[in-house]
């Protein structure tokens, strides 16, 4: 019998290794140029070039980022309400076209402000200013509420400036949770780029999905 519980176990651990490699690869596939860019990015040392990679980066994340990841969100969303048999292609592709023009929409106003967001970053860590710290703190609240923005498009009806303001609403008015996406956003990324590399490409995007999503849930779902 507890052959066949650790047997069970491995079995359960295995399909989960499988279903989170599985979606991050399908939601890398759908992203290759940015992630192509990004590379560049990191190796290039010359700033018209660097200016010109952002400006690409920038111009496609509405075009594909933003879909795509409000696709990944989806997904996430059925695993964390029990939908753990769906088939993970065609759902992911369903969700990427019934949400794709408010993603692009939506990822146009957000991309407006990281650009603005990261400039300022880039020129106040430049000078040294103690500013730098200030959009330090900006940049990893952005982060939630464009994370809560991907939770809400895929979990509540509502315009598009409603899903906006009640992303920044809830990151403001729920401490707690805001802290927990925080703390899952920069666990996925210090991991996968310091200690686990393969996790880029077998987990990361899947991972903060599912993980921050968890949290999102449990914060706007009343207890029973």
């Known amino acids: 019998m507890e052959t066949k519980s650790i047997v069970t176990r491995l079995f359960i651990v295995s399909e989960w290794i499988t279903r989170i490699a599985f979606l991050n690869l399908i939601w890398l596939l759908f992203n290759l140029p940015i992630f192509y860019l990004s590379f560049h990015l990191f190796v290039s040392t010359l700033s018209q070039q660097l200016l010109a ?12 980022l933003f879909p795509s990841t409000t696709a990944l969100f989806g997904v996430a969303r059925k695993w964390v309400q029990g939908e753990l048999g769906v088939k993970l292609l065609p759902s992911f592709w369903k969700l990427y076209k019934e949400n794709y023009l408010r993603s692009l929409l939506g990822g146009i106003a957000f991309t407006i402000v990281w650009l603005f967001l990261i400039l300022d970053f880039y020129y106040f860590s430049t ?46 008015g729920r401490p707690v949770h805001t802290l927990g996406i925080a703390f899952i956003s920069i666990a996925c990324f210090y991991i996968s780029f310091n200690l686990l590399p393969f996790l880029l490409f077998l987990g990361f995007g899947s991972l903060c999905a599912y993980g921050s999503f968890f949290i999102f849930h449990r914060g706007v779902t009343p207890a029973a």
Request: no cysteine; glycine share 2%.
């Open 53 to 64: 990679i952002v400006s690409l980066i920038a111009v496609l994340s509405p075009l594909l």
């Open 127 to 172: 000078i040294k200013s103690p500013i730098y710290y200030l959009f330090l703190v900006v940049a990893l609240f952005m982060v939630v509420i464009t994370i809560n923005f991907f939770s809400l498009s895929v979990h509540y009806e509502g315009t598009l400036f409603q899903t906006m303001k009640n992303a920044f609403l809830l990151t403001l």
